[in-house]
């Protein structure tokens, strides 16, 4: 099993910045991808960023060039850090690993941190 449990969400101004952390525990030196996705409210889960175990990176559109994650394989640690945020980020931001068990991709979710982006 992997457990996740983010810090470092609140409440910020539009054009503010955040930096999320999420540290795993468990078995995680088989994970594969770990990163962030987000649900606003009345919304679907989406995806943010993720980045797998060789360092490439995965952003959505709307985040591109304004967020950044990186990964501490060391301290088994996903940081995403957020520049020039926008009434529309406001969401609670889930941190997501993956791994392969026999085959079979496994997800882990953590609880959620609400980021909240004040125009």
């Known amino acids: 099993q992997v457990q996740l449990v983010e810090s470092g969400g609140g409440l910020v101004q539009a054009g503010g910045s955040l930096r999320l952390s999420c540290k795993a525990s468990?078995?995680?030196?088989?994970?594969?991808?770990i990163g962030w996705y987000r649900q606003a409210p009345g919304k679907q889960r989406e995806l943010v960023a993720t980045?797998?175990?060789?360092?490439?990176?995965n952003y959505a559109d709307s985040v591109k060039g304004r967020f950044t994650i990186s990964r501490d394989n060391a301290k088994n640690t996903v940081s995403l850090q957020m520049n020039g945020l926008k009434p529309e980020d406001t969401a609670v931001y889930y941190c997501y690993a993956d791994r392969l068990r026999l085959g079979v991709r496994l997800d882990y979710w953590g609880q959620g941190t609400q980021v909240t982006v004040s125009s």
């Open positions: 468990g078995i995680t030196f088989s994970i594969n991808a």
């Open positions: 980045i797998r175990s060789g360092l490439t990176t």
